[in-house]
């Protein structure tokens, strides 16, 4: 039997059975590489070397505890529900007498869901910045209007990376989003990562996007960009292959440099947020919001976007002041 009951192991050597053995068949290989470094970063550190009989509710709720002082959250929650999960198993296949995480409790979580997003002033700076061109006409960013099409239509930027011409509609006008690129650490003995291509986050997330004018002119502009090359990638290298997301984001920062942009964090994704900003400041449902962003449920996006549609339903309401 792999797990002997009434183990002598340490949680370090459990867990990275359990890893293994049990979690890597279930998990996608982006996933596999999420857990593997809540164990190796957040878990074994502190826990570790405890041996898995004499692990204690103590234990576990001091790690948690300190955790949640230097990460975040999601981080914390993540070391939490991956330590439950292999207890749970532990519990069931009596590897130990008692599960100690039955008397714990996650510490909750003290910051808001802020998200962070472009006003509209910086992204007319940041659209203009992106299309420019040296005094020849060649564009200064390769990438500049994959950001333009990010902005109009709320795409994940592994989402962008991997779609192809195919899933263009041009008489549509519309995008197909059936298809992400990941970088999955490989398992080869170096530190290298490769680029796999997967099904998107959720079921939701396989959707059909509008192309408003904006962001046809960036598809037109990439594909003429790409005319001697006969590539199937809307964002391509120069040799036709994947673009990095690195690339993108190098790229972002340099246009946000020269626009005077600072402070933001997760600035490509930033994007995002902003595209969903911006449609829910000027009155688009949420749930349409929802369904363009490819949540899987519309409370995500309330929870990232509470804050704005608070906003909006004050603005609402004061409508009724032009009544009488």
């Known amino acids: 039997m792999f797990f002997d009951k009434q183990t002598n ?29 809540s164990l190796k970063y957040q878990i074994f550190p502190r826990i570790g070397t405890i041996k898995m009989k004499k692990l204690s509710s103590d234990d576990i709720q001091i790690m948690l505890n300190s955790l949640s002082e230097v990460y975040s959250h ?38 808001p869901n802020e998200v962070s997003f472009y ?16 005094k020849n006409g060649t564009f200064k960013y390769r990438y500049g209007y994959l950001i333009v099409l990010l902005l109009n239509t709320g795409m994940r930027l592994g989402e962008a990376l991997a779609l192809q011409w195919e899933d263009v509609d041009w008489p549509k006008r519309s995008i197909h989003i059936c298809k992400n690129v990941e970088n999955v650490k490989s398992r080869n003995g170096d ?31 990439l594909n003429s960009m790409q005319a001697e090359m006969n590539c199937k990638l809307v964002v391509a290298t120069e040799n036709g292959n994947y673009v990095d997301g690195g690339n993108v984001r190098r790229t972002m920062q340099s246009i ?4 005077g942009i600072h402070g933001k964090t997760d600035i490509v994704h930033a994007l995002r947020h902003t595209f969903a900003t911006l449609l829910i400041r000027r009155g688009v449902d949420i749930k349409m919001v929802s369904e363009l962003l490819g949540h899987s449920d519309v409370t995500i996006t309330m929870k990232f976007y509470y804050h704005v549609v608070e906003e909006q339903k004050n603005t609402a309401i004061r409508k009724l002041d032009d009544l009488y």
């Open 9 to 37: 192991e340490t949680v370090e050597e459990y867990m990275t059975k359990w890893l293994i053995t049990v979690k890597k068949p279930t998990l996608k290989p982006t996933s596999f590489d999420r857990v593997e470094l």
């Open 74 to 111: 999601s981080t914390v929650k993540k070391a939490y529900v991956n330590l439950k999960s292999c207890l749970k198993m532990a519990e069931i296949r009596e590897d130990i007498k008692k599960n100690p995480i039955h008397a714990v409790v996650l510490p909750r979580n003290t910051s």
């Open 119 to 134: 006003s509209a002033e910086q992204v007319q700076m940041i659209v203009s910045e992106a299309v420019s061109t040296y």
């Open 191 to 221: 530190k290298s990562y490769t680029k796999i291509i997967q099904m998107p986050k959720s079921d939701k997330s396989v959707r059909r996007i509008p192309l408003n004018d904006n962001a046809m002119d960036a598809l037109v502009k």
């Open 256 to 259: 946000l440099n020269n626009c």
